[in-house]
DNA sequence: GTTTATTCCAAATAAAATTTGGTCAAAAAT
DNA sequence: ATTTTTGACCAAATTTTATTTGGAATAAAC
């Protein structure tokens, strides 16, 4: 129920539009689009309820509000089974300091973002609350230095519908 | 310059609904912290001057655009001099499907979050755009097979100005 | 204890979103 | 081939929301 949601190229300008900056009022929206406001707003509701777009957020700056540390952790589970990893992503949910947990291919069998003050926090985290998941195996930190791309917004491929 | 504007309760609790929905009214924004929409306002504007907030964007399902296929991919660049790093950063920030970019500790020297339509579509993009960069030495892909967290929320840590 | 800064509110105003009614053109049906 | 239906659009009215204003209350500075 994915993926068949016909997007013409005006849909598209809206969405690219949406990513960079969600604040933009619908009547310059729908100036940048080359339409009137009222089809313009259809469209946009359209794409909200359809699901294309799913949310939108505010973001800040980490720097500004006290979070100087953020890594990517890959994460080996003792056991690959369903009831481990259902375990291990319970237990990941509730820490609010793991921004992202994605199931990957490759070395690991997760990788995590996690976004928090300092490296006495980051290390507080990790042995109190992440190593004390029980199906955790193994745990390979990478601490970013500095990040140089983090965009918001996806390239929309060409519909092959 | 970071990291040294105070923020009260009240501003924080502005932060965490505004990451989780930035599409709420102010007025009722307003309603949920407790205050009229005059203040409310004001504090909303000070926190996007000042560079606290500083986007607000849509987020769209890369399946209902047809985007299937996202990866992490560890870099190893061939020097670690300066020159170096500074060809590869400007070369990954002209490639669209590359959203995020950070140089790291440990293993490889850089990892990149990409998105794209399709493995064959991944494939091309490694092999035309990515490893030829010439300052790449080795990579290292991580295809995500599902994500079970993507919080657009930074957890705000305890003020220690 | 006076002054100065903030922070706030209620109410007025301005701006924006949203609805409405109807036109037009393309596609489907007859 | 003509009618009907559908979908997308616009202009303008209406409703909702943002924003400004002026002033009161509070707390900090002098």
Known sequence: ???NI?????DKKILEILQKNSNIT???LAKEIGLSPAPTLERVNKLETTGVIKSYHAVIDPAAVGLGVSTFVMVSLKGHNKDNISKFISAIKSIDEVVECHH???????ILKIVCADIAAYQQ???E??????????LQSMV????????KSLALPNQQA
Do not use: C, P, R
């Open 104 to 110: 990957i291919t490759g070395a690991g069998d997760f």
């Open 144 to 151: 970013i230095l500095s990040t140089f791309k983090d965009s």
């Open 6 to 10: 016909k997007l013409d190229a005006t």
């Open 26 to 28: 619908n009547a310059q």
């Open 125 to 127: 985290l990790m042995l």
């Open 129 to 138: 609350k992440v190593s004390n998941i029980e199906v955790v195996d193994s």
């Open 1 to 3: 129920m994915k993926g």
